[in-house]
Every structure is written in C-alpha cells, then in structure tokens.
C-alpha cells in the first residue's frame, strides 16, 4: 500500500481550506490520478513552517518528518501553493523541505489539483 502525504504553503492557509487537494484525492483526479485502481492512503496533510522558518535547523520540521517517517510515508504531494506565482518556481523553503523530504527517502510528486 502506497502512503502518502500533502504538503502546503502555511502562509497559504490564510486563504484555503485545502478542500480542492482532498477533493482531487478522493475522486483520484489530476496528479492525485496515478492512483486510481492502486491500494493508497493519505497519512497526512501538513504545512511548512513558514517562509521565514529554517527546514533544515526547525525543530518543528524535524518533528513533522519524523513523524512522516514514522508512518511509512513514501511520497509527499507539494500542493499547487507552493509554487510561487510571479516566477513559477518553487518556493526557495519548500525547495530546501522537499530536499530534505528526499533524503528521508520519499518520493516527491509537484501538484495535487
């Protein structure tokens, strides 16, 4: 069974009610869609710890992705808010966390709607 994980933007959160992710999850839609037919489940649905948070040195981080490792989780969703609009890259904090996410062994997947 695959285990997975979305990962958003916290500043984001001001905004959204991560019901477009779940909602592409539950119905195996868009990059949620290489799933379907395929024994998956979301462990967990988490947010960086801010743009002005160091991933590497964070303590929070280190908890989360112990947790993540803790749970099995193999691949972690970057929702669509981390990428930054004006420049259409990564943010530089998700492009250090999904590093990290990397080294732990997880699979990182760009997109979830």
Same mark, same amino acid.
């Given at each position: 069974m695959?285990?997975? @994980?979305?990962?958003?933007?916290?500043?984001?959160?001001?905004?959204?009610?991560?019901?477009?992710c779940?909602?592409a999850?539950?119905?195996? =839609?868009?990059q949620f869609?290489?799933?379907a037919g395929e024994e998956?489940?979301?462990?967990?649905?988490?947010?960086c710890n801010?743009?002005?948070?160091?991933p590497?040195?964070?303590p929070?981080?280190? =908890?989360?992705?112990?947790?993540?490792?803790?749970?099995?989780?193999?691949?972690?969703h970057?929702?669509?808010?981390?990428?930054?609009?004006e420049?259409?890259?990564?943010?530089?904090?998700?492009?250090?966390? @999904?590093?990290?996410?990397?080294?732990?062994?997880?699979q990182?997947?760009?997109?979830t709607?």
């Amino acid at each position: 069974m695959r285990h997975i @994980a979305i990962l958003t933007c916290l500043e984001a959160c001001r905004v959204c009610t991560g019901a477009a992710c779940l909602e592409a999850w539950n119905k195996r =839609e868009r990059q949620f869609s290489r799933y379907a037919g395929e024994e998956a489940q979301l462990n967990a649905f988490l947010h960086c710890n801010g743009c002005h948070s160091d991933p590497i040195s964070d303590p929070g981080i280190a =908890e989360k992705l112990q947790r993540l490792t803790a749970m099995g989780v193999d691949t972690v969703h970057l929702g669509v808010c981390t990428v930054k609009r004006e420049t259409g890259t990564l943010c530089p904090t998700m492009k250090t966390l @999904a590093e990290r996410l990397r080294q732990n062994g997880m699979q990182i997947v760009m997109g979830t709607h």
